[in-house]
């Protein structure tokens, strides 16, 4: 079981940054994905959950707006969009497909640095 | 939305018993789940449903709860857990928080 993720990404503020997070050795559609961000020093702050099956999602009140959780289910791919990127964006980005273990799988994480 | 609050840190010898504690006025009702984090690593979860471990990791680690309150042990602390531990609960909206974590130094 494993959740592979795009690479690092550098953007200005303002702009929007897409990441990529492809599941393997499981069904993609039987687990919720869930984003999650680490800002550099801080703790784990939850982003939202997607339903891989149906497109059903849920985000966190302080991201509305801003945040939009798609999939692929061809190619066993979700991804997170982020809009309106400020300094405070600047994080390492995880998705962690969620099932009866809580979080139990991550992917190894996506720096995105905002930065002008 | 709710919040899970825990101690910023905590400091144990070799061979102790570490707790730390979590706590938040919906954990009443939900379950809770421990992770830990090391540095430049995703974080693994520990503890499920506030008290069951999965396969693999140390029985050293476990959860108990009380009604507000959770607090996961670690028996017999080594070196290697030396790291970040989060606690995180979900609302009845599906919501999930995370606590602010706690960085466990043994020294």
């Known amino acids: 079981v494993q959740l592979v993720q795009s690479g690092a990404d550098v953007k200005k503020p303002g702009a929007s940054v897409k990441v990529s997070c492809k599941a393997s050795?499981?069904?993609?559609?039987?687990?919720?994905i869930n984003w999650v961000r680490q800002a550099p020093g801080q703790g784990l702050e939850w982003m939202g959950w997607m339903n891989p099956n149906n497109g059903n999602t849920g985000y966190a009140q302080k991201l509305q707006g801003r945040v939009t959780m798609t999939r692929n289910p061809s190619i066993n791919t979700a991804y997170m969009e982020l809009s309106s990127l400020t300094s405070e964006d600047t994080a390492v980005y995880y998705c962690?497909?969620?099932?009866?273990?809580?979080?139990?799988?991550w992917g190894q994480g996506t720096l995105v640095i905002v930065s002008s | 939305s709710f919040e899970l609050t825990q101690p910023p840190s905590v400091s144990v010898s070799p061979g102790q018993t570490a707790r730390i504690s979590c706590s938040g006025d919906a954990l009443a009702l939900q379950f809770v789940y421990w992770y830990q984090q090391k540095p430049g690593q995703a974080p693994v979860v520990l503890i499920y449903?506030?008290?069951k471990r999965p396969s693999g990791i140390p029985e050293r680690f476990s959860g108990s709860s009380s009604g507000t309150a959770v607090t996961l042990t670690i028996s017999g602390v080594q070196a290697e857990d030396e790291a970040d531990y989060y606690c995180q609960s979900s609302d009845s909206s599906g919501t999930w928080v995370f606590g602010g974590g706690t960085k466990l130094t043994v020294l």
């Open positions: 962690a497909k969620s099932g009866d273990q809580g979080f139990d799988t």
């Open positions: 449903k506030d008290n």
């Open positions: 050795g499981y069904s993609f559609i039987s687990d919720d």
